[in-house]
Every structure is written in C-alpha cells, then in structure tokens.
C-alpha cells in the first residue's frame, strides 16, 4: 500500500530567467550605486566645508559619512540575496523597499546629527 507519487503531483518551482534577474539586478544596482556615489560626494563635500573652516570632522562625523557609503551596497546585498529565485515581481518590490529603507535611514541621520554634529 505505498502511495505512488506522479510527477504531475509536484509542481515545478516558477522561477524567473537568468537574463530578467540580471537585467534587475544591474538596473536596481545603479539607483544603488547612485546612492553610495551622492553618499561619497557627501564625504567629500563635508570634508571640505570642514576644512574651509578651519576644522575637522568629528569621530562621529566620520562614521555617520562612512556608513552612509556602505549602508546603500549592503542594503543592495540584501535584497539580492532575498530576492534570489523568486518572482521578477517580488525582485523588484525588494530592491524598491530596499531602496526606499536606504533613502529613509539617510535622512533620519542627516535629521538626527546635523552638519554641526560632524564637525569638531
């Protein structure tokens, strides 16, 4: 009395092409890369205000800017990683969400120190 599994009982796992989650992956990948960049450019540009000044960027300084480079690219990683061998559809929503999550968490730091924070 052993149960005879058909193979039409197993239902293939739909997986979105090779080429659709490249295609996502690069497409999303620069919004992300755009992020680290005006991130980056944020670094620099505070650097220099500091130095016009007079001063420098304060340890806190340093760490809210560097982390805001990395913050977009780990995000990035994220998504990706959750986003592997599921729908186009649920790819995109992630990359969205992580998107919006890397902007939100951004501001709130700009909200939360300030310029007057960063430097010494």
């Known amino acids: 009395m052993s149960a005879d599994v058909s193979s039409t009982d197993a239902a293939p796992a739909r997986r979105t092409p ?3 989650e490249l295609v996502l992956a690069i497409g999303f990948g620069l ?3 755009y992020d ?3 991130a980056v ?6 650097g220099g205000i500091a130095a016009d000044l007079g001063t420098t960027l304060s340890a806190t300084g340093w760490v809210v800017l560097i ?4 913050l977009p690219v780990a995000i990035f990683g994220v ?3 959750l ?5 186009a559809f649920l790819q995109s929503a992630l990359y969205l969400a992580g998107l919006a999550v ?13 310029l007057g924070a960063l430097l010494v």
Do not use: H, K, P, T
């Not at 450019?41 to 505070?46: I, Y």
């Not at 982390?67 to 990395?70: E, K, P, S």
């Not at 890397?102 to 300030?114: H, I, K, R, T």
């Open 31 to 33: 919004f992300y890369a």
């Open 18 to 20: 090779f080429w659709l």
């Open 67 to 70: 982390i805001a480079v990395l």
């Open 102 to 114: 890397s902007a939100v968490l951004y501001l709130d730091v700009v909200q939360l120190f300030g």
């Open 79 to 81: 998504a990706f990683l």
């Open 83 to 87: 986003g592997r061998r599921r729908s």
């Open 36 to 38: 680290a960049w005006e």
């Open 41 to 46: 450019g944020n670094l620099v540009g505070v």
